[in-house]
């Protein structure tokens, strides 16, 4: 197997060879043009330096940062000057089966679930690993890279292990960065759970907070307190945040009208939706599209 399993058709970034997950290093000179990617991505700079765009703004990158960013984010790199990246990728496929625990787990929950789309981040989060914490995640960064010569169905545990390991690290920087996160280091309410199982199987649905607190048997305003302490957001806008995602995908992998989309995620209101969209990716979905789409493309 030669080369990594990534490819970019017209700004838009796979996962091409069906991995679990993929790790590799990629080395910037220049400028990286902005993209967006159809999986989750942690980017970790472990040489050189670069500024990173994206539609938080310009930040400018030093050895021991992380990047997340949720699929659909864009995002790109300037002034490099031999910026090596240590890219870490895996599908919402992953996150939501494989992964799924994650969310029961109060520093992944909020390093994969609530976090990026919380303070106005739009998908993404980003903190400093220090240098003995850099050298344990470039440790199952590698053992993530070599396990992708080897059959996934023999080394599936190994894969998410690494993987995991990666992540706990990750999610304890954010931790410190924040002095703790929302629910403190306790598992998450199983109503808080169930709530977003809910929410994110049913995306179309018309869903009001009355009756999602009453599939819960809750009240309202219990549910509210329940869901923030949690996640750090009200459930509606959890909800809005995967709307929003989702009518990304939507744009990027099918032909479907944009009036289409925006009902099959639950906005019949075109007004609502075409500024729900520009508020989280900063571009209406007419540009998005145009930017990013590609005919669509099977992992």
């Known amino acids: 197997m030669s080369g990594p399993p990534v490819e970019e058709i017209k700004g838009l970034v796979y996962i091409t060879d069906g991995s679990l997950a993929y790790a590799g290093h990629h080395l910037h000179q220049d400028s990286h043009p902005v993209h967006t990617h159809s999986f989750v991505e942690l980017a970790v700079v472990t040489g050189g330096q670069g500024v990173h765009k994206s539609l938080t703004g310009n930040r400018r990158l030093q050895v021991g940062d992380v990047i997340l960013l949720r699929p659909g984010v864009w995002h790109g790199y300037e002034e490099c000057r031999g910026l090596d990246l240590y890219n870490c990728c895996f599908s919402t496929g992953l996150l939501q089966r494989e992964l799924a625990w994650t969310r029961e787990d109060p520093f992944l929950g909020y390093l994969l679930w609530t ?73 998450a309410h199983p109503a808080v759970l169930e709530a977003m199982s809910l929410l994110e199987s049913r995306l179309a649905h018309k869903w009001t907070l009355d009756e999602l607190a009453e599939e819960l048997h809750l009240t309202p305003r219990y549910l509210i307190r329940l869901f ?40 019949a209101d075109q007004n609502y939706f075409a500024r729900r969209f520009k508020a989280h990716y900063g571009l209406t979905a007419t540009t998005y599209r145009r930017l990013f789409t590609h005919r669509p493309v099977r992992l």
């Open 115 to 187: 976090g990026p789309n919380s303070m106005q981040r739009r998908g993404m989060l980003t903190t400093h690993l220090d240098p003995e914490t850099l050298k344990e995640c470039v440790t199952h960064l590698d053992g993530l890279a070599q396990l992708r010569h080897e059959p996934v169905n023999r080394h599936r545990s190994d894969i998410i292990g690494r993987l995991s390991l990666f992540l706990g690290h990750v999610a304890r920087a954010v931790a410190t960065d924040l002095g703790g996160v929302p629910g403190g280091e306790g598992p």
């Open 228 to 267: 923030k302490a949690a996640t750090g957001l009200p459930p509606m806008t959890y909800l809005a945040q995967h709307r929003v995602e989702k009518a990304a995908s939507l744009l990027l992998h099918t032909d479907q009208p944009i009036t289409h989309i925006a009902q099959t995620v639950g906005w």
